[in-house]
């Protein structure tokens, strides 16, 4: 079974930083594009950064390049999100996505809290 376990959420002040952490179970990175994504309060789902493991190509938002940084740890089979100079509009839940070329909507986890306090 396909798992995505979000963790590393929390309450930081504008200019802070927090890592996210995404651990996976039950397939391995090797065909996965893995996903970071946030909805804020009353607004939709948005990209916010993603790795495709087949040839270690990465995306970032506009609004999130430079301060964020994906990265993974395969022995761990886990994501990592590095939210550097965090502002207030970041507040959101953030959820990452396991994607296989053979499902599109891919594999959502459960998300983690994400609060910057201005």
């Known amino acids: 079974e396909v798992q995505l376990v979000e963790s590393g959420g929390g309450l930081v002040q504008a200019g802070g930083s927090l890592r996210l952490s995404c651990a996976a179970s039950?397939?391995?990175?090797?065909?996965?594009?893995i996903g970071w994504f946030r909805q804020a309060p009353g607004k939709g789902r948005e990209d916010v950064s993603c790795?495709?493991?087949?040839?270690?190509?990465?995306y970032y938002a506009d609004s999130v390049k430079g301060r964020f940084t994906i990265s993974s740890d395969n022995a761990k089979n886990t994501v990592y999100l590095q939210m550097m100079n965090l502002k207030p509009e970041a507040t959101a839940v953030y959820y990452c996505?396991?994607?296989?070329?053979?499902?599109?909507?891919?594999?959502w986890g459960q998300g983690t809290q994400v609060t910057v306090s201005s």
């Open positions: 996505n396991g994607r296989p070329p053979w499902r599109p909507e891919g594999y």
């Open positions: 790795i495709t493991f087949s040839d270690g190509s990465t």
């Open positions: 039950g397939f391995t990175f090797d065909d996965y594009a």
